[in-house]
């Protein structure tokens, strides 16, 4: 049922309200409960109980002595294709209601046909998305040691490898000729041969082609490795055992492939997603920007563009306050929406926000000098700090930091594996030298066992021959 619009004085008899009763409209949303609250009477009427705006209200009521008739707001002011106007600000433009308490973001098309009051708080657009892994496979690697290092370590193994076999073949046709006899020119410049390659490796020509260098070399590689597991060993352990969010700011965002989207529903978004888009092409090296004409595409309505976020590497730029709201909507758990989504707020793109009215109403010349005496009183920076720390549109404060969960294996899976296949490779090659007789080691551990089965047989010939000999004198 519309109610009949109450007679306000004019600007004529005095702009004064004291002793009329107006009709004022608020919307009962849960997540924005900080601003206003609603509860229905026995009697079907509506009576405001806690807020923001609630406070706001009774301090205009106090400061004017007027009184108030509370309205149920219809939803969030939006404008039809053909022009009409629903939710609040329709029961505003239908003189349904006098005054909304709801504050609402200053939008180009709600100015164009409502009187804004002096605004209350300020919003600002925020691009919000899901954040990529803090590290890939690949960058977890160069995170650690630079890639140049890396291709050094890489080759100084490959030299390693290619040194130990050529002196092993070598060492092997060395003991060839010293067990078979043959050539000794042949032997001796073989073993001339040898000392290069050793004395060469250890970067003098101090000792002899015997096990010293060798021993040399071999300690201070193994040194060296030692070392150098155990600095990225610790390094990987630091560096997995913090977490680490890949973007941080606007400019990393900007920076990042991430796609982004807008909201379809607030033409102010439009012009920062055009600037996004714009600096990447720049940074691409593209002289023109896009001159305004995105895909119609890249901008969607609020939910489309959220669940966008969650199934692929999508940021969304909308009002702040609404991305919390709606990720809990659709049921997503206060750890994953805090600590997984990111919400960056976009410079440049503050936005006030207040309470309306109808456009050519006298309420707003009314209530804006009073609302600057509340700011200069500091009654409006009170009772926002007051309800800001209630608002459900905010992560709660044990979420604000991400607490590191322990370690398990899958979050060392890279050097494991690397281990792992090296460890592999070693056993394969192990097993092919020795079928094949390619080193001399399948030689020598069959020599080595014929030696010792040769040695245990004389051992234990003896030990009996002794047994024998002791029982016959006795």
């Known amino acids: 049922m519309t109610r009949a619009p109450a007679k306000l004085r004019t600007s004529s008899e005095g702009n004064s309200i004291s002793g009329e009763t107006i009709r004022v409209v608020g919307l009962d949303d849960p997540n924005y409960s900080d601003q206003l609250t609603l509860v229905t009477l026995p009697d079907g009427s509506v009576e405001f109980t806690s807020g923001f705006s609630h406070d706001v209200l009774h301090l205009l009521e106090y400061a004017l002595n007027f009184s108030h008739i509370a309205l149920r707001g219809e939803g969030w002011p939006d404008r039809l294709p053909n022009g009409t106007w629903t939710g609040l600000a329709g029961q505003v433009a239908h003189h349904e209601a006098d005054f909304s308490i709801t504050i609402t973001a200053f939008v180009d098309i709600r100015v164009a046909d409502f009187f804004f009051l002096t605004p209350v708080t300020l919003g600002s657009l925020v691009a919000s998305f899901r954040q990529p892994p803090s590290y890939s496979d690949t960058n977890l690697l160069t995170s650690s040691l630079h890639p140049e290092l890396w291709i050094a370590l890489l080759v100084l193994a490959i030299c390693v490898f290619l040194l130990v076999k050529i002196t092993a073949w070598i060492g092997m046709k060395y003991s060839e000729l010293d067990s078979y006899g043959g050539d000794h020119d042949f032997k001796h410049g073989d073993e001339a041969g040898y000392w290069v390659l050793v004395t060469f490796c250890q970067r003098n020509f101090v000792g002899s082609p015997n096990a010293t260098p060798l021993r040399v070399i071999y300690i201070s590689l193994t040194l060296t490795s030692i070392v150098a597991y155990t600095a990225l060993s610790a390094t990987l352990m630091s560096t997995l055992s913090i977490e680490v969010d890949p973007i941080k700011s606007f400019a990393e965002l900007v920076a990042s492939k ?27 090296g593209y002289a023109e920007n896009t001159g305004g004409n995105l895909s119609s ?178």
Not at 258 to 282: L, M, N
Not at 365 to 377: C, K, M, Q, R, S
């Open 258 to 284: 991430i796609e982004v989207y807008g909201d379809e529903s607030a033409s102010f978004t439009h012009k920062f997603v055009q600037d996004i888009v714009d600096r990447r092409r720049q940074s691409k």
């Open 297 to 474: 595409s890249r901008f969607l309505d609020l939910n489309t563009g959220l669940q966008r976020t969650l199934s692929e590497p999508a940021a969304y730029v909308t009002f702040d306050g609404a991305p919390i709201v709606n990720y809990r909507a659709m049921g997503l758990s206060d750890d994953f929406v805090c600590n997984k989504i990111r919400v960056i707020k976009i410079p440049g793109s503050t936005i006030s926000a207040g309470m309306f009215v109808r456009k050519g109403s006298i309420l707003r010349e009314i209530f804006n000098p009073w609302i600057v005496t509340f700011y200069e009183y500091g009654f409006i920076k009170r009772l926002e700090k007051k309800w800001s720390s209630t608002a459900e549109r905010k992560c709660p404060k044990k979420f604000k930091q991400h607490s590191t969960q322990a370690m398990d294996i899958g979050d060392v899976h890279t050097p494991i594996s690397v281990l792992l296949g090296g460890f592999v490779f070693s056993m394969v090659l192990l097993a092919i030298e020795f079928n094949y007789n390619l080193l001399p080691l399948g030689r020598d551990v069959r020599r080595v066992s014929r030696e010792w089965s040769s040695f245990l047989k004389t051992f234990i010939s003896k030990e009996n021959g002794f047994k024998s000999r002791v029982q016959r004198d006795f």
